[in-house]
């Protein structure tokens, strides 16, 4: 079946640095979202993304949705110490629309 | 008030018994999963119900069956549990328009399966 493959697996940086992160896909994928998981909780939309090319912020998270669609990336800038947690990258796409597929996760550790 | 409640939380039980996990939405979506998360924390979808109607069946074993009793509760009974059945399952729900799906999911807290 469809997958993503989501890198890096983990990344352990100082407060203050930025991250980024992305998601590559050999299928075309009509949805792309970020989520994020906290411990002992379950994910939490970040950004949705619909359409090729789109760039969607929301606070210091900026997403994109690949030309080609099969590839999305998500950043982080200035960093602290709650953004913490683990990313998936999450997708659907056109002929298995309502079914979400997951990237592995990036976990984040942030050292204050 | 939770949007999407799971219980029980914690589930600890032995090899060859049955067990049920329960989840209840009150955000009025018509869509609800299961998700189930393994111990490398990927996450991949069981099973999906729009309107008590199983849409979704992604090759579970059929000792697991989800039942909706309505709209907003999703259950998931599981039958002589195997070791490999140990892991996070996560039910989620979603609203879905009449341009397609949104792919947003609500997600709730998760339930922890331990089978010794």
């Known amino acids: 079946g469809q997958q993503l493959n989501q890198s890096p697996q983990s990344m352990f940086i100082q407060e203050g640095e930025d991250v980024s992160m992305n998601c590559t896909s050999s299928s075309i994928f009509n949805t792309w979202l970020w989520y994020k998981q906290d411990p002992g909780e379950g994910p939490v939309l970040l950004i949705a993304l619909y359409k090729a090319g789109e760039l969607t912020s929301n606070g210091r998270l900026t997403a994109q949705f690949g030309i080609t669609r099969k590839d999305s990336f998500l950043n982080i800038s200035a960093s602290i110490p709650s953004d913490v947690g683990i990313y998936f990258c999450?997708?659907?796409?056109?002929?298995?629309?309502?079914?979400?597929?997951f990237g592995q996760g990036t976990t984040l550790q942030v050292k204050p | 008030d939770t949007a999407v409640s799971q219980t029980p939380k914690y589930l600890v039980t032995q090899m060859g018994n049955d067990k049920s996990i329960k989840c209840e939405q009150n955000l009025g979506h018509d869509t609800m999963y299961w998700y189930k998360q393994d111990s490398k924390k990927f996450l991949k979808i069981m099973f999906s119900y729009n309107n008590k109607e199983l849409i979704i069946n992604e090759t579970v074993p059929n000792r697991f069956s989800p039942k909706s009793p309505d709209k907003a509760h999703l259950n998931l009974h599981i039958n002589s549990l195997e070791l490999g059945d140990s892991a996070v399952y996560f039910c989620?729900?979603?609203?879905?328009?009449?341009?397609?799906?949104?792919?947003?999911?609500?997600f709730g807290e998760g339930s922890r399966l331990t089978v010794l």
């Open positions: 989620a729900s979603s609203q879905e328009g009449l341009a397609g799906v949104s792919g947003e999911l609500f």
């Open positions: 999450a997708g659907q796409t056109p002929s298995n629309t309502g079914k979400l597929i």
